[in-house]
């Protein structure tokens, strides 16, 4: 049997968007604006086209022209506004443009007096072609014509071929010769929720609590958690995530401070899962009923936010499962259930799943679970720990769960090596927690926005925490207010997606000794804030974030990811980037563009020059334009190097708003 070239007659080759080895389709999300490439070439020197075929979910195809990129790269770009969540097909087409091909070499060889006649010859046959496929064209036939009159001069036939009205009909319907096809690939568009939203974590348990004279509490209920939500809607907060709603163990409860010796009294951590009142399928009676539970949801879907709830696939020793499915967990030698460890931390209330002794039973009961709370009404659920469960399992139930509702989301709470946190992104999680927390420098924060925003985001999409129960990092423990406005100002405008846990409006920032823990952490007892109060007497971050929650809403170029570019100052820590897109893709037809000047240094004032590309956002370098701070309202005339002085104390973060002409 012939060996058949797996290249095609043009060679179309690395196309984007796709995964790493091409196992999984490449991800958006609806509204996203998804750059379209491929490498594109052919030997010689023929001047080629290509487009974006591009079949929505319903079935209707559209082309989209592709522009080369830098020089030499044979690379070639384009983008789409992916508006609709379903399976979008994409091919790339490339082809023989053959008569920009004529109108280059004429262009050198007719004023040079070389082959003038061959060359108006092959000129008017392909004009003759031009005018058979569209021949109600005026243009075309009056070109047609006149490079054919003997009464001209070869100038003047030339002339007539070389006319931008011309070149516009043959823009429209190019002459192609040689046309290549690519294979198809497919980019699952999932709902805006996927890659889009402003996430606000707190314990149901803790909102109205009330401590008694004895020192003990009346926790808090799904009720009277209910009467939060107005508060975190008004803030602009859009997802509201609960940590675990189940019922707790008792055995090996942790007390205050993840201590071993817990009172009556102490709660217990929510993720110690399971007790006699049932596991991950009931509701902690402290919290109420379904029905309480269905209030919850209720109150929220009237304030436009939707609930996140956790699913933690760990059991307290209390849990149904330990006795009714023992094969579930790991029995060590001395015939005990080894319980979690992530050294030098223990979770003596927690034992791990055993994934591999009963596979098929286990995930068929995850998946009855997620089934069960999707019927409650919950379509997002925040996964704890994935990385310490098989990738296959969870590739097996993302796709099961996704295949019946499309609309689930699962995010994935996976701080752990790079290969495991994207590859849990690649077989379906719908968002990730990332090393943001932890990306705190100039230098690191470069390369961080740059990895998401280009490197991974055909497949990744982060949810930018700045703090979680768990996380309270030195930056945030030392750097005082300014700290907390300047990560929160970074979370929500550097992507599309952002989280807050309660109690980051209050500048919370006193950890445990040794932990990167708060002290006194809600994880195992109640809390009480009174942020009505904070915010009265000016002690409170929450007017701030919902002035960012505010500029998202109102910005479209804030609710991409893959539109981030970093530029550049003088001042190793002042951090520059933009974020753009284009009016072609916008509501109103009007382009967007944000700059963001962060001093990311908490502790100084800081003077330096910022150096734009203001290409990167559709301006001429040579053109000054005005910037409108959103944040102080102040405006000024920017241009390729503008002074900066961003005082840590004040305000030190500069979000700019460039100031388009109307049309623009």
Known sequence: MAYEPKVGRIPIRQLSPQQPENLWPAKAFAGEVVPFAATVFKEGHDVLGVDLLLTDPSGIRTKHGMAPGAPGTDRWHTQALLDRAGGWEYRIQAYNDDWATWLHNARIKIPAGIDV???????????????????????LRDAGKRITS????AEERFAAADDPRVAAALDEQPLASLVTLSDPLTVRVERARAGLGSWYEFFPRSEGAKRKKDGSWTSGTFRTAARRIPA?????????????????????RKGPNNTMTPTPDDPGSPWAIGAEAGGHDAIHRDLGTITDFRFFLSTAK????????????QCSP????????????????????????????????????????????????????????????VKIFRVDNPHTKPLAFWEWLLHEVNTEFPEIVFLAEAFTRPAMLHSLAQVGFQQSYTYFTWRNTKPELEEFFTSISKLHA???????????????????????????????????????TWGVYAGYELFENVARTGSEENIDNEKYEYKQRDFAKAEALGRSLAPFLTRLNGIRAEH????????????????????????????????????????????VDPHSVRETTVHLDPTRFGIDPATPFVVTDLLT??????????????????????????EFPKGS
């Open 633 to 658: 309202d102040e405006t000024f005339t920017w241009g390729l190097n503008n002074y900066v002085r961003l005082d840590a104390f004040t305000e030190p973060v500069h979000i700019l708003r460039v």
């Open 302 to 313: 009237k304030n436009n936010i939707e609930v996140a709830i956790d699913l933690a696939l």
């Open 318 to 377: 209390d849990h149904p499962w330990v006795t009714e499915h023992p094969e579930w967990f790991t029995t060590l030698p001395d015939g005990t259930i080894a319980y979690a460890e992530n050294p030098p931390k223990k979770y003596q209330d927690i034992y791990p799943i055993n994934f591999d002794n009963d596979p098929v039973g286990l995930r068929e009961e995850v998946l009855r679970i997620v089934k069960y709370w999707i019927g409650v009404g």
């Open 150 to 153: 003997k009464k001209l001069t």
């Open 232 to 252: 975190v809607a008004a803030m602009g907060f859009d997802v509201i995530y609960l940590p675990p709603i189940h019922p707790i163990g008792v055995a090996f």
């Open 117 to 139: 006649s061959l060359m108006l010859s092959m000129g008017a046959g392909l004009l003759a072609r031009a005018v058979a496929a569209d021949p109600g064209s005026k243009v």
């Open 458 to 496: 055909d497949f990744l999409r982060p949810n930018l925490f700045v703090n979680t129960p768990d996380i309270l990092t030195e930056y945030l423990q030392f750097g005082g207010p300014a700290a907390f406005k300047i990560r929160a100002a970074l979370a929500a405008t550097a992507a599309p």
């Open 556 to 599: 479209p170029a804030l609710r991409q990811l893959r539109n981030l570019d970093i530029h550049w100052s003088d001042d190793d820590s002042i951090l520059v980037y933009s974020k753009f897109i284009d009016g072609r893709f916008t509501a109103d037809g009007r382009s967007d563009a944000i700059l963001v000047i962060a001093n």
